[in-house]
């Protein structure tokens, strides 16, 4: 990472020598919004739609986006252009910036605008052959899920509770209701029929997870965003994690016990493929 070229501030410069303010109400407060997306072959997925998130998530904490899309495309291409890989994942973080510590918005302060790009390596062939654990915990987060803040400690708190079990991911729930994974969007197939959480202001309305329902229309897979419950969770045929970076993830067994007959399962196997080819129009340029 030291050696990857970031951008920052309108300066391309080494990781090792981007520089900012212990001030930063993103380091103080965690006034921030992110995004993440990955890029195939040089070729950014779904940009449009990660842009437009991130202008609503801007929007929500009332911060002023400080690059068009035009320019936010071309500093995000150039970010993948210095860097090296066939595959990589670009972050990218706007701050309110810096100014003396007060809860209050400070007047005309100019935001911190970051990115950088990491290496994107496929899902392990472990997860692809056997899949994943899972638990599920109480969502104990805030209320404005659907903003992409950069405050993630209790996405920490939680994620690390999954691991120290030895769980891959927890998936959340409120009064009974699932929402989503501490990193992660929830699919589960229940009599055939795939189903998700809908979007709301209790979960990330996650790109991948839009681009899976939108995959599913469009090749005649029955799918559903309804209400999940945990009962509904727990006699899964399948159940699917998805996020930008691990793309789609079967899960093998929830809170110890075996999700389903076979994992991964049928319908799993079917739309891993129809997400490989739509990443393969992506690299050729075909698709967006």
């Not at 990589?88 to 209050?104: I, K, M, N």
Request: proline residues 6%.
């Amino acid at each position: 990472m030291n050696d990857a070229t970031v951008y920052l501030n309108g300066d391309f410069v080494p990781a090792s020598e981007a520089k900012v303010s212990v001030l930063d109400r993103g380091f103080i407060f965690g006034d921030g919004v992110y995004e993440v997306i990955p890029a195939y072959g040089g070729h950014l997925l779904r940009l449009e739609h990660h842009l437009a998130r991130l202008g609503q998530s801007l929007s929500a904490i009332r911060l002023a986006n400080p690059l068009t899309d035009e320019e936010w495309a071309d500093v995000l291409s150039q970010v993948v252009s210095h860097n090296e890989g066939v595959d990589q994942s670009v972050y990218l973080q706007v701050t309110r910036g810096v100014a003396r510590r007060d809860h209050a918005f400070p007047p005309d302060t100019k935001p911190t605008v970051f990115v950088m790009s990491t290496p994107l390596t496929p899902l392990p062939p472990a997860l692809r052959e056997h899949g994943a654990e899972a638990i599920t915990l109480e969502d104990i987060r805030w209320q404005y899920c659907n903003i992409k803040a950069i405050a993630l400690l209790p996405n920490v708190l939680l994620r690390q509770q999954a691991i120290d079990t030895g769980a891959m991911e927890a998936i959340l729930y409120r009064n009974g209701v699932v929402t989503e994974g501490a990193a992660s969007n929830v699919f589960a197939v229940s009599d055939g029929l795939l189903l998700t959480p809908p979007k709301s202001d209790q979960l990330l309305p996650g790109i991948t997870r839009d681009l899976v329902v939108e995959l599913a229309h469009e090749h005649n897979i029955a799918c559903s965003e309804t209400a999940l419950s945990l009962a509904t969770l727990r006699n899964a045929e399948e159940i699917w994690l998805t996020s930008s970076t691990k793309e789609i993830v079967p899960v093998r067994t929830l809170d110890g016990n075996p999700v389903g007959e076979h994992c991964p399962g049928k319908l799993w196997h079917r739309m891993y493929g129809i997400y490989q080819d739509y990443k393969a129009a992506v690299r050729a340029g075909e698709r967006a």
